[in-house]
């Protein structure tokens, strides 16, 4: 088996990181993975924001859990030093795919470097309040975008999960 089909079998979402921050090359490399995600028409309508200052991964979480609703009050990036946002144009038909083909592009990068990843949502909803806006203004980010997903990165803290088993009639096939 090649190592990127072994990459596709054996990803895991992780919940638990060590606090110490990836490297730079670490984060450029999984970057790197993100921009080549294939795209709608090679519209490339998706933008990527990285984010590893404490300070504002803390702001971020808090705003994530602010639209998690119900009161959550606790960290919805269980812990991780590092965050991707991608977001997509709104005006872009394909936006939310192409964005879904990024997120999957960084997580099974990371997995690749040995470094975790989950996908945590209410991205969406975390970029439609004021403060997201605000926040993507004060990075002179214009124009609409919707929020897709977070990548959550950081170094594992404990062992990986194990895979759970897959549903039965998971796929049909047609001959």
Known sequence: MNEAYNNLLTRRSIRKYRPEQISRAELDA????????????????TIMIAVQDPETVALLSKLNAAAWGNGYDGDPFYGAPAVLIVLADKSCENGIYD???????????AHDLGIGSCWVH????????????????????????????????????????KAMPRKENYVYCVK
Do not use: T
Not at 103 to 109: I, S, V
């Open 30 to 45: 999984v970057l790197e993975a993100g921009k080549c995600a294939p795209s709608g028409r090679n519209m490339q309508s």
């Open 122 to 161: 209410r991205a969406k909803e975390e970029f439609e309040s004021a403060e997201g806006k605000a926040f993507l203004k004060s990075l002179g980010i214009e124009g609409d975008y919707e929020g897709i997903g977070h990548c959550v990165l950081g170094y594992v803290d404990g062992e990986e999960p």
């Open 99 to 109: 964005g879904s083909l990024v997120m999957g592009n960084l997580m099974l990068a």
